[in-house]
């Protein structure tokens, strides 16, 4: 859904990067409240992470494919304001090295794929586990409808978007139809992908799951017939931060991994956006991206002949330079929190 120069026109395009700036603003202070000792470093990977699942396009259907957008993941992993610039993160990395969302248009996709999708899925999730029994269950089953239904909001807020500052004089109700249609489609792919992925965390560490502060599961024992509460076992402090940092770097790895060796086998057919744009004659607008002779342009290496090679570095090169660009945004938040704002405690 990453929206080129030219599909937009300028006031639109400015109007948007108005409202981009001002929940980037909104979000850095309330990361402040999110953000702590074992959250910040997690932020960083959660964006390389984020960057590294968008490269695998999935097929969907007709000659169409998807990917992660993302939202959903990162609020529910690190905080809905933390997620904002988790995925705005990526997506300046996007369109400065890999000329994939236009520049002009960076405001739109802000708009778009970090806000829409962050604030509809957080407040889904949040919905759900309100009427769920409280459970680790409940947060993954959550987590799926959220991603769920925040792919087709993001398409909604696109078309709502279009309608207003399109350039292409299109149906606005077969923009809808269309757009709304296939990422339903993509959507599922979505809601799977972030199930697994805060499913396998809170398997390992629930406390670092942002959505699942709170959630305190004891083990149970049955004794003479019944179900009783095993005692609880002291957690040496040494142990935490060796766990925080095998997290971490299990997730690094399965990153560069990701995008630098599975992502050769993804789909090569048009993403949800570009399908549309095609079949409706809105690509005839667009224009050629400020960043087209980037060294990175269109996620392959410039003069590496070989594809799977170009590609694989491209991607190891991605997920550097976004968990370091993260990492450095996140921590320097968090240090702000340090002196500005006093901890909050949050729960289910």
């Keep these: ?15 948007t990067g108005v409202i981009a700036a001002g929940a980037l603003a909104v979000s850095l202070r ?12 997690l932020a960083g990977l959660v964006a390389a992470f984020i960057f590294a699942v968008q490269m695998l396009n999935f097929p969907v ?3 169409t494919s998807g990917h992660l957008l993302g939202g959903a993941l990162a609020a529910i992993l690190v905080g809905p304001y933390t997620g904002v610039l988790c995925v705005s993160v990526v997506l300046l990395m996007q369109g400065v090295l890999f000329a994939d969302g236009g520049l002009t248009a960076l405001g739109v996709n802000i708009t778009d794929m970090a806000l829409v999708t962050t604030v509809v899925s957080y407040a889904v999730f949040r919905g759900l586990l309100a009427v769920l029994p409280r459970g680790r269950r409940s947060v993954t089953v959550a987590s799926f409808v959220a991603a769920l239904v925040s792919v087709p909001a993001a398409a909604c807020a696109f078309t709502l978007i279009y309608a207003v500052g399109g350039t292409t004089d299109v149906s606005i109700g077969k923009v809808a139809t269309a757009m709304i249609g296939v990422h339903v489609l993509i959507g599922v792919g979505e ?29 149970r024992l049955r004794v003479d017939g019944e179900l009783v509460d095993a005692p609880a076992v002291p957690v040496s402090p040494a142990a935490a931060p060796a766990s925080r940092r095998k997290v971490w770097v299990t997730g690094l790895v399965a990153s560069l991994v990701l995008a630098g060796f599975v992502s050769f086998y993804a789909s090569a057919s048009p993403d949800g956006l570009e ?4 079949d409706k004659g809105i690509d005839t607008r667009a224009k050629e991206h400020a960043s087209a002779g980037s060294p990175l342009a269109d996620y ?11 590609g694989g570095l491209a991607g190891v090169i ?17 240090r702000r929190r340090d002196t500005d704002v006093p901890p909050v405690s949050h729960g289910l």
């Design 318 to 334: 991605g997920v550097g330079v976004t968990v370091v660009a993260g990492s450095a945004v996140f921590w320097a938040v968090r």
């Design 191 to 219: 809601a799977v992908i972030t199930a697994l992925t805060v499913g396998a965390v809170i398997a390992v560490r629930p406390d670092l799951v942002h959505g699942a502060r709170g959630l305190r599961q004891r083990l």
């Design 300 to 310: 392959g290496v410039k003069d590496v002949s070989d594809a799977r090679l170009s």
């Design 1 to 15: 859904m990453h929206v080129p120069d030219g599909f937009i026109d300028a006031p639109t395009s400015a109007v």
């Design 30 to 41: 309330g990361a402040r409240r999110e953000l702590d000792e074992k959250t910040a470093p």
């Design 275 to 278: 399908k549309v744009a095609h």
């Design 61 to 63: 259907a007709a000659g």
